[in-house]
């Protein structure tokens, strides 16, 4: 009896694959999974070991062929897996620079090539402003290489979700600092790599090079950039704010159930940087039909969308669903003029629009600030 093509597909044996298959599977694996799976059968180990895993790998990225052995594979594959780590939106921690963007985001370029770009909001419209910033590609030798324009800078982790772009230091050792590291640990590597004498030679390169210093800069990860359906706020946003300028926000979920907004602002001294806008535990949901106090509520504000040679356009959306908040005037204002008094329980709404997006306002003001997504399927959408 003739067997199916379907039954002999079911009946193949991992171990039966040609190694052109074995090696594919594993260029397309982190290190530890990679690891993992040459544990799996002899076959795959005899592709992990192999010394055309290091081809494979550089066919895969687009790189020059390397040299055929383990140990360029592991090189490789620490790399990629350096790369993978990047990727994604992360937001500048204060420093002595206020004009800085708050914001940088890593996005695959061509040649296995990680391109970082600072985020700001444009002048007009809602578009979002991209300026280079880091590229962090992987060279011939598998190791990977950083560059902040044509100087050589080092993009070290700090945990798995602190990043510090600073001055390279002309040594070939890569420095990183694992997730979970004692405190006293984290210290003396700090420490070491930062003590007076050290920090002075690359200063003094750095400066032989460009004429300048540069400052180290730290970056911590934006983890959730994008809502999902259990999380339909989560996620970095844009909109134009009631003075008719384009800010960020960051939306964010706690273990709780408490929901968070917060302004990601360029940093401008003490009151900058990360400021809060709302912080909720107890939300209500009112699904439709909504009460007519509900829709004269909603039909009365003001719906800022884009500012173009001082007119304001302003677009009303179709409702899903409304999340009653309630939040601290002094979270929302920092320098209130209203009494003491006046400063609790500030009433407030966040209407859900068919499209995905939300707006919300509070009670006082005769506007909703409506948000877009800034990026979409880990890409940055309505850039300039």
């Given at each position: ?25 594993l260029a397309f694996l982190t290190p530890p999974d990679a690891a993992a799976a040459a544990c ?126 600073e001055p390279a230091s002309g040594e070939d050792e890569e420095e990183e600092m694992q997730g ?58 844009k909109g134009i704010c009631e003075n008719r300028t384009l800010e960020f926000y960051l939306v ?133």
């Amino acid at each position: 009896m003739a067997t199916s093509p379907a039954a002999a597909a079911a009946e193949t044996a991992l171990g039966d694959l040609p190694e052109d298959a074995l090696l594919a599977i594993l260029a397309f694996l982190t290190p530890p999974d990679a690891a993992a799976a040459a544990c799996a059968c002899r076959a795959l180990a005899g592709a992990a070991s192999s010394p055309e895993l290091p081809l494979a790998l550089a066919l895969r990225l687009g790189l020059p062929p390397p040299r055929a052995c383990p140990a360029s594979a592991r090189r490789l594959f620490r790399s990629l897996h350096r790369l993978r780590r990047l990727l994604g939106l992360w937001r500048r921690l204060p420093s002595s620079h206020p004009a800085s963007p708050s914001l940088a985001a890593f996005e695959w370029a061509p040649r296995a090539t990680l391109a970082a770009s600072l985020l700001a909001p444009a002048t007009h419209g809602l578009a979002v402003s991209k300026s280079p910033f880091v590229t962090v590609s992987i060279a011939e030798s598998g190791d990977t290489v950083a560059a902040l324009g044509d100087v050589p800078v080092c993009v070290n982790f700090v945990g798995d979700n602190h990043i510090v772009v600073e001055p390279a230091s002309g040594e070939d050792e890569e420095e990183e600092m694992q997730g979970g590291s004692p405190p006293e640990e984290m210290y003396m590597h700090f420490a070491n790599r930062r003590s007076p004498g050290a920090g002075r030679r690359r200063r003094e390169r750095l400066g032989r090079r460009k004429g300048g210093r540069m400052e180290a800069q730290h970056f911590v990860r934006i983890p959730d950039a994008e809502p999902t359906k259990a999380r339909p706020l989560q996620g970095l946003w844009k909109g134009i704010c009631e003075n008719r300028t384009l800010e960020f926000y960051l939306v964010t979920y706690d273990d709780i159930g408490g929901v968070t907004c917060r302004r990601v602002s360029e940093t401008k001294g003490h009151n900058s940087g990360y400021s809060p806008l709302f912080w909720t535990t107890n939300a209500t949901f009112l699904e439709p039909p909504f009460s007519e106090q509900e829709l004269d509520r909603y039909s009365c504000c003001e719906h800022i969308q884009v500012v173009t040679s001082g007119h304001t356009e302003m677009q009303s959306k179709g409702v899903s669903r409304i999340m009653c908040i309630n939040s601290s005037y002094d979270l929302v204002d920092p320098h209130p003029s209203a009494p003491l008094d006046d400063m609790r329980n500030l009433e407030g709404r966040i209407w859900f629009y068919d499209d995905g997006t939300f707006g919300f306002g509070f009670t006082g003001s005769n506007s909703i600030i409506d948000l877009r997504h800034v990026s979409l399927d880990g890409c940055i959408v309505d850039t300039s």
